[in-house]
């Protein structure tokens, strides 16, 4: 990429130093006999670190000091849950009658003694083990619907009645204490019939100390008692710990303990590798690392852009005077702070703080994603897998949750919601009572709110597909798959096919395998389409190119006038599929039926799936050869394997030609974006560093660059990020 020295400073000609991009004359005053050094890079090779020269975190190769975390939780406070809940088994057999009449009856003693004001009812059993906690406005007319006998009822809420032999009742004073009572106690009593929250790990939070003159920042969970400023929560330790690293390169704070810090007589790794300015032995004074500390607290509280146009602006300024070297620290701490964005993801325009909740169900399983954003940033999202019956509604699972969740969390001022709960005004009312201040639960159906619920849908269908990939039995469900589509043997290798290009440009092929194992993804192939007199955009095609590239590698030559023989099944690559999938209908199935008889190949089964109306998943139609299209239940778990094997060749092809275009990109660089010229490009260069960062960026951040319009913005990302064919 071509740039003007002058414009912004490229790696090529600037080679950054570690002295700070603040500096000041003033000392600070526990320290003042201590000479001010200045930031100048020291030799690395002539110094002999020695360990007791490395911070904690540097020899445990951590980013913070394990002094805020509880050690026996930091190595595992990162993952999801070990494994999705256990279904329960359905009844099959009948409920007795008998068991049905005493629950019954045990439920209508309880009514002629309950209230007809708001409160919480537990359903118990023989061995007074809690079966279901709820709640309701009239708890009386609640239970009467129970104790109907003729009353049609889910085979759930047969087989809890008839198991209940005794009904205790907690009157409250409103519906919304019966709310908050109801999640108190299912938490506690996780009772069986209930939707249950079964992680419950407080969250972390970013905190920078108040307690030195040299402030710290770590990452810090549970009661918020240190003096200092604390921004989040953040959704994992993940997320706070790589937010962490990139402030720590982009502002210089140290992150070592109080005491560590003191004893130090040089500086350590972290002073080395450029991430903290060193004010332990005063490689910055006391003025200079106060205003790091001030932009890394503006920039978590919301006015980065404030503090990145005033790190660009040092940046041109330094360039102007012909340092160099500050100015690429300036370029540097620029990167840093646009790939803490890049990592955020989506980081709203119209949205302050909120937590976005959307709920995904699959093969009997509910994932509950949730995304938090404060100050306009989004600070990471979790994937929860609540334990719940097949019986549930998506909205009846979300209402259970939101209340379990913010039991002994503060809820933020927005709750947007994928899903319309019953109880949303009665969620809200409670959640304003706890928090003292108005809480709104909404389900937004337009605009930039219902872009972050379409976000959150789509990770927690992608959390709830790794979670049941990572559980499912592969060959329980390869077995499944032969007998459902009538195979004539038992599935050892799958392979799936899909091509990708964009107007015919990059055109590329990939080919997944399968097996009992799983994906065996040494065993991907893909495959850069190279014919000549191609037709940009024929799919039948670039298809019939990929396959014969395949197959004709396992063909042996064949004598004169005998079919096409293949060479023995063997363990190595390449070997014999038992079924070749393709993502379409009848059409390219008889496309690729035509390839396989031209080639002779009459021994691999194939199967074309086609997406469903409005490409919805759940809702696919499978063709085979010489048969009728078949259509599977949305809940079969041989339909969501055959989505999954679609879905990774999917995103094999995709990745693979994101690939080749994202080079054709970089060697053309900006000048091939439409309505892109000089000045333009000097300001997003300015703002975000290098051409790397402007790729990763979304249309929200683009659109903040000065000189950058709404529609050059979007233009700028569609040039990146267009979606292939």
């Excluded at 190949?601 to 998943?617: C, E, W, Y």
Aim: include cysteine; glycine fraction near 6%.
């Amino acid at each position: 990429m071509d740039s003007d020295p002058t414009d912004s400073p490229s790696s090529a000609d600037l080679q950054p130093d570690a002295r700070t991009a603040r500096r000041g004359s003033e000392l600070a005053p526990e320290r003042a006999d201590v000479p001010s050094k200045g930031l100048l890079q020291p030799d690395l090779a002539s110094q002999n670190l020695a360990p007791q020269d490395l911070a904690p975190q540097d020899l445990a190769s951590q980013d913070l000091p394990a002094g805020d975390t509880d050690p026996a939780t930091a190595a595992s406070e990162d993952d999801d849950e070990a494994r999705l809940p256990d279904l329960a088994e359905e009844t099959i057999e009948p409920i007795p009658e008998g068991r049905l009449a005493v629950g019954h009856a045990a439920i209508e003693n309880a009514m002629r003694l309950a209230p007809t004001s708001p409160g919480v009812y537990r359903m118990l059993n023989a061995a007074s083990d809690v079966l279901y906690v709820g709640k309701a406005k009239n708890v009386r007319k609640r239970l009467s619907s129970y104790a109907r006998v003729s009353a049609p009822q889910p085979a759930r809420i047969l087989r809890m009645i008839a198991a209940t032999v005794t009904v205790e009742i907690i009157s409250t004073s409103t519906e919304t204490e019966a709310l908050l009572l109801e999640a108190n106690l299912i938490k506690q009593l996780r009772p069986r019939f209930n939707v249950q929250l079964r992680d419950d790990k407080s969250f972390p939070y970013i905190l920078i100390t108040g307690d030195h003159w040299a402030p710290q920042i770590l990452k810090h969970r549970g009661a918020q008692s240190r003096p200092g400023r604390y921004f989040g929560p953040f959704a994992n330790a993940g997320a706070v710990n790589r937010t962490i690293t990139a402030l720590q390169r982009a502002f210089l704070m140290r992150s070592c303990t109080d005491p560590f810090f003191e004893s130090r007589s040089r500086p350590c790794l972290l002073y080395q590798i450029r991430r903290c300015s060193g004010p332990c032995t005063r490689e910055i004074d006391f003025p200079g690392y106060t205003e790091l500390v001030r932009e890394a607290t503006d920039f978590l509280s919301g006015r980065s852009r404030a503090v990145k146009r005033e790190l660009a602006g040092e940046m041109e300024k330094a360039s102007a005077e012909l340092e160099f070297e500050t100015a690429a620290l300036y370029r540097d701490r620029l990167a840093a702070l646009s790939a803490i964005q890049s990592q955020q993801g989506i980081n709203p325009r119209t949205v302050e703080e909120a937590d976005v909740f959307a709920i995904h169900q699959e093969g009997g399983y509910s994932c509950v994603e949730v995304f938090f954003f404060r100050t306009g940033q989004n600070w990471g999202n979790r994937a929860y897998f609540p334990r719940a019956e097949k019986t549930f509604t998506p909205e009846e699972v979300l209402a259970s949750f939101l209340a379990q969740f913010y039991d002994d969390k503060p809820p933020p001022k927005l709750i947007l919601l994928s899903h319309k709960i019953e109880e949303g005004e009665l969620l809200a009312d409670a959640l304003s009572v706890k928090a003292g201040f108005k809480v709104e639960v909404s389900t937004p159906q337009r605009g930039e709110k219902k872009e972050l619920i379409g976000h959150a849908l789509t990770n927690a269908r992608e959390a709830l597909g790794r979670k049941l990939a990572d559980t499912a039995t592969q060959s329980r469900l390869l077995q499944g798959m032969a007998t459902t589509l009538a195979l004539p043997k038992d599935l050892r290798r799958i392979e799936v096919y899909d091509n990708s290009h964009i107007q015919g440009t990059n055109a590329v092929g990939a080919m997944i395998v399968a097996g009992p194992d799983g994906f065996i993804k040494n065993q991907y192939r893909k495959f850069n389409i190279k014919s000549e007199g191609l037709t940009p955009g024929d799919d039948y095609a670039m298809m019939r190119e990929v396959l014969q590239r395949r197959f004709k590698r396992l063909i042996t030559p064949a004598v004169e006038g005998d079919a096409a023989k293949p060479k023995p099944d063997d363990d190595s690559f390449p070997q014999w599929p038992d079924l070749v999938i393709i993502d379409g209908g009848r059409g390219q199935l008889n496309a690729v039926r035509e390839i396989f008889e031209g080639l002779g190949l009459t021994q691999v089964s194939l199967l074309a799936v086609a997406k469903g109306p409005d490409r919805d998943a759940g809702r696919e139609t499978l063709f085979m050869p010489d048969r009728e299209a078949i259509k599977l239940e949305p809940r079969d778990p041989v339909l969501y394997f055959i989505q999954r094997l679609r879905d990774e060749a999917h995103r094999f092809v995709i990745g693979s030609h994101r690939k080749l275009r994202k080079k054709d990109i970089r060697e053309a660089g900006l000048q091939e974006i439409p309505g892109i010229g000089p000045s333009r490009k000097r300001a997003l260069l300015h703002h975000f560093g290098t051409l790397k960062e402007i790729e990763r960026a979304s249309i929200a951040d683009l659109g903040k660059v000065p000189g950058v319009s709404a529609e050059s913005a979007r233009k700028i990302f569609e040039f990146f990020h267009a979606q292939p064919n």
